[in-house]
C-alpha cells in the first residue's frame, strides 16, 4: 500500500507557513484511522506513535486548500477526504474520477481546471520561500 506520504508534510508546511495556496490529494486523516481501518481488531489507535494527524493540521491551514480525493481511492477511502474538507476552514472537496494512485493524472481535465481557478484567485503571486506564521 502506497499511502499519501507527501500530504502531510504539505499541511504541516501551510499551518505553520504563509505559502499562498495548498492542494493535496488522496489525504489521510491520521495514519491511527487508516490502521484501524486495515486491522479492526488491534487497538491502533492506543498503540500507535505515529499519528500523522492531517485532521489535526488541517484547522490550521489558513491557505485556500484543494482537498483532491478520488472517487474509487481502495487505499484511503474517499472519506478521509471529506473529512479533512469539513474541518478545514479553507479547504474544498474535489471529487476525481479517480483511484489511489492515479488521482489528478485520470481526472486532469478536472484537477487542472481546479488548480487553474485556485491560482487566478491568489491576491498576490506565490513566493518560492513561504513566510512563517507567528
Do not use: C
Not at 483532491?68 to 478521509?80: K, Y
Request: glycine share 8%; no cysteine.
Amino acid at each position: 500500500m502506497r499511502l499519501s506520504r507527501l500530504t502531510l508534510p504539505a499541511a504541516g508546511l501551510a499551518a505553520d507557513f504563509d505559502l499562498g495556496a495548498l492542494a493535496t490529494e488522496g489525504a489521510f486523516t491520521s495514519l491511527p484511522d487508516v490502521g484501524a481501518e486495515l486491522y479492526p481488531w488491534i487497538p491502533v489507535r492506543m498503540i500507535m506513535r505515529n499519528r500523522f494527524d492531517n485532521i489535526g493540521l488541517a484547522r490550521r491551514v489558513a491557505e485556500p486548500w484543494i482537498v483532491f480525493h478520488g472517487r474509487g481511492d481502495s487505499e484511503i477511502p474517499f472519506a478521509h477526504g471529506e473529512a479533512i474538507a469539513l474541518v478545514g476552514p479553507t479547504a474544498r472537496l474535489v471529487p476525481l474520477d479517480a483511484e489511489h494512485d492515479d488521482g489528478v493524472v485520470a481526472d486532469r481535465q478536472t484537477a487542472l481546471r481546479e488548480l487553474m481557478a485556485l491560482a487566478a484567485g491568489l491576491s498576490k503571486p506565490i513566493e518560492p520561500q513561504g513566510t512563517q506564521r507567528r
